[in-house]
């Protein structure tokens, strides 16, 4: 299998000269490479030690109240996060070598965090924060309540980065529904017990952007946020605003910078014209695909809701691309043709949508890749399934047709290098990766044939400032063509 290592230097941001380099491929297994661009715990019952803004036992809702012990006893302790853990950490979410057992106050403070975190709760709003001897994983957790309830309440993302996991399911064990963002550095967060989760895999969040609603599933006994910042997948203090945070107290969030990215970029030829238009999946209710058009107004299709993958593909066959949806919790697609709607289930929850034309005949099929593997799983057209692995977890998948044959190709992005690694296979047969460095940290990418020649083109989108920068074709002398810029779709507000 091949996993290209392009990472920057820890705590360096990278640079890049503009230069195309093809990387041979070792080997991608025994598979077929005939292959558009697209990509979103603990309350427990012991009211001594778990407390809401200062005001002892919080009530949980109907059905998970405290129950209280016998008179003059408090209630039982339930060691709710006993078994939790993040099966993607670095070493399963655990506690640092000497944790074990060991109060707050027994442990040497971990060092300030690179990630400027805030507390992960809308600007202005008051949470009171703690933790106990033996809370699991680590005492270095955060257990959040707010006073006067907290089912339901707004959970949003301490700092900006990427989802890498985002598990669904009211039943699930442990951290029950949860959300985990790669912050680079090796640093991550971690919110558990969520009773909604509003964001995928592989999405682009800012401070600020929702990521769920309050709960109390998984090994949880009333609602409350199972909080915890990571380095290297062990939890470390909680820092907030630049400062330590105190346990067993109150503080007011300070996350008052950016809001939900709302807007996912894409590129495909959807009015036949062959050079692909840009457009964007705007995340609302009901959500909806926004596409350019020359000297008129935008197109609007309305499909899916705001938790929804979108996906491209020419679905009928007929040379134009049309619009998709997968819905992660379900895992079904939803292809789209005029006013015909198909579904085919696929893939796990946390996989991320892709479709292409693997064979190069008739209408694209659909396809998956799953972070958790760097695997690729594309579907055929007889319904069989073709594995490839290409790059690491947290890249983001792009497809395209690189040398113009008709069949599409795999390709993964890095935002934390902002590099491209595009595979391809040479008139032998034999795989090989080209390496090109395109946009700048944090862009989200974006493949489209910019000028019709039947090759697919790189682009990546900023969500700070809403603009897609097209990437020309490369010339025989390998000098990258004019990059173009369309400003499309709603940056991210500060």
């Known amino acids: 299998m091949y996993r290209p290592k392009h990472r920057a230097p820890t705590r360096r941001r990278p640079t890049f000269t503009p230069a195309t380099r093809a990387v041979p491929v070792a080997t991608v297994g025994a598979v077929s490479l005939a292959m558009a661009a697209v990509l979103g715990p603990s309350a427990y019952a012991d009211t001594h030690s778990h407390f809401s803004s200062g ?92 006073l006067g309830g907290d089912h339901g309440k707004t959970v949003v993302a301490a700092a900006p980065g990427t989802v890498v996991t985002a598990v669904v399911g009211k039943k699930k064990p442990s951290y029950g529904q949860y959300v985990v963002i790669d912050h680079g550095n090796g640093e991550s967060s971690l919110y558990a017990h969520l009773d909604s989760v509003t964001v995928t895999v592989g999405q682009v969040v800012s401070a600020g952007t929702q990521v769920g609603t309050v709960g109390d599933t998984g090994n949880a006994y009333g609602d409350h946020l199972h909080f915890e910042e990571r380095l290297a997948g062990a939890v ?24 939900a990215v709302t807007d996912i970029p894409l590129a495909g030829d959807m009015y036949g014209g062959r050079s692909a238009e840009v457009m964007v999946y705007r995340r609302s209710k009901p959500a909806s695909f926004h596409v350019t058009r020359t000297g008129i107004k935008e197109r609007v299709i309305k499909i899916g809701n705001g ?134 940290p944090g862009d989200v990418p974006v493949t489209g044939d910019w000028d019709g020649n039947g090759i697919s083109d790189l682009g990546v989108w900023s969500p700070a400032t809403a603009t897609f920068n097209k990437r020309g074709a490369v010339a025989p002398t390998g000098v990258t063509g004019r990059v173009k810029k369309v400003q499309f779709g709603r940056p991210v507000e500060r």
């Open 55 to 146: 005001q002892g036992s919080h009530q949980g809702k109907p059905g998970k109240q405290h129950q209280p012990g016998k008179p003059g006893k408090p209630g039982k302790p339930k060691d709710d996060d006993a078994d939790a853990h993040d099966p993607t950490a670095t070493n399963g979410g655990s506690a640092l070598p000497g944790d074990a057992g060991l109060s707050l106050k027994q442990l040497k403070p971990t060092a300030q965090p690179i990630t400027p975190y805030q507390m992960p709760f809308p600007c202005g709003e008051t949470w009171s924060g703690s933790t106990r001897a033996g809370h699991s994983p680590s005492v270095r957790s955060v257990d959040f309540n707010y």
């Open 236 to 259: 470390v203090d909680a820092w907030f605003n630049g400062a330590r945070f105190p346990m067993n107290s109150s503080q007011s969030s300070q996350n008052c910078g950016q809001v």
């Open 307 to 440: 938790s929804d993958q979108p996906v491209l593909g020419d679905w009928d066959g007929n040379g134009r691309v049309d619009p998709g949806v997968r819905n992660p919790a379900s895992r079904v697609f939803t292809l789209q043709v005029k006013r015909a709607r198909t579904e085919i289930k696929y893939g796990k929850k946390g996989d991320l949508p892709i479709a292409g034309n693997w064979d190069g005949v008739g209408s694209w099929e659909i396809g998956v890749r799953r972070p958790s593997s760097g695997k690729f799983l594309l579907r055929n057209a007889d319904g069989t399934t073709t594995k490839v692995v290409l790059g690491d977890a947290d890249d983001l998948p792009v497809t395209g047709d690189w040398d113009g044959n008709g069949t599409t190709d795999l390709g993964v992005y890095d935002q934390n290098t902002a590099t491209f690694t595009l595979l391809q296979t040479d008139p032998l047969g034999t795989p090989y990766a080209t390496v090109i460095p395109f946009g700048v």
